[in-house]
C-alpha cells in the first residue's frame, strides 16, 4: 500500500510449464513484460518482476477514486525441464523475500490450464511448492488462474457447466481456497475491459481477506 490516493497489490504467478503463467502475468499487467510462447521446454528459468502504469476506475477510497498499481512475480515452472525441484523452490523464495519483504505478498495465483483435466499428481507438486513458500494459512492466500478458457468455450463449456464436468481434483482444489478462482481467456484477456474485470475479483479476493499479507518482514 503506498498512499491514500494509490493502492498497490502484490502477486505471485505460479504453475506447471506451459499452463500460461507469463501470459497471465502480463495480461494482469497490462504490458508484455515477460516472455511468453510455445515452446517444448520450460521457457522462464528466473524470477521477474513486473509493474503495472497506475490503473483508475477500478477503486474507491473514503469516497475517492484512487489509482490501483499491479505488481507481479513471474517464476519458474514446478516442475521444470531444467531446474530441479529445490532450485525453483529456493529461487522463488529467494525473489519473495526481495521483492516482497517490505510490504507483504497479497495473493498467490496457482495457474491451471483450464483446457487440461488436473490429475491428482499434478496437483499435489505444486500445492506443495506453495505449502513450503507460504506455509500452514496458504490457502487464505491462494487463488487459482484456469488460462486457456476461451478453448473451454469454444467445446461449449460456460463456467458453470465446466465446473459441473471438472475432475474430483479440481473442485476439492478450489474449495480448499474457498472457491477463489478466475477463468482466464488467453486470446482477449489483456483487453482492458477484460482485464478490468480480472482485477477487480482480485481485489474482492484481497479486500475479503482484509487485505493482510504474507511474508511481510521488518528491516533491521
Known amino acids: 500500500m503506498a498512499n491514500s490516493n494509490e493502492m498497490t497489490i502484490n502477486l505471485v504467478v505460479l504453475g506447471k510449464t506451459q499452463t500460461g503463467k507469463s501470459a497471465a502475468g502480463n495480461s494482469l499487467l497490462g504490458s508484455s513484460d515477460f516472455e511468453s510462447h510455445l515452446s517444448p521446454s520450460s521457457v522462464t528459468t528466473c524470477c521477474s518482476l513486473g509493474r503495472s502504469g497506475r490503473i483508475l476506475g477500478l477503486i474507491r477510497r473514503n469516497g475517492c477514486e484512487s489509482a490501483l498499481c499491479v505488481r507481479v512475480l513471474d517464476t519458474p515452472s514446478y516442475p521444470h525441464t531444467a531446474l530441479s525441484k529445490e532450485q ?17 505478498l497479497h495473493l498467490a495465483l496457482l495457474v491451471l490450464r483450464a483446457d487440461l483435466p488436473l490429475c491428482p499428481d499434478e496437483s499435489d507438486d505444486t500445492v506443495q511448492l506453495i505449502q513450503e513458500l507460504l506455509g500452514p494459512t496458504w490457502k487464505d492466500f491462494t487463488a487459482v488462474l484456469l488460462t486457456h478458457a476461451d478453448k473451454a468455450e469454444e467445446a461449449g463449456y460456460s463456467e458453470e457447466t465446466y465446473l459441473h464436468s471438472a475432475s474430483s481434483t479440481l473442485l476439492s482444489l478450489l474449495s480448499s481456497v474457498q472457491h477463489k478462482y478466475i477463468f482466464l481467456d488467453n486470446h482477449n484477456s489483456i483487453i482492458k475491459e ?3 474485470i480480472v482485477l477487480t475479483k482480485l481485489l474482492n ?6 487485505y493482510q499479507v504474507l511474508l511481510k518482514h521488518s528491516k533491521e
Open 88 to 104: 525453483v523452490r529456493d529461487t522463488v523464495r529467494a525473489a519473495l523475500a526481495h521483492h516482497f519483504g517490505e510490504e507483504g
Open 194 to 196: 477484460e482485464r478490468n
Open 205 to 210: 479476493f484481497i479486500q475479503k481477506n482484509n
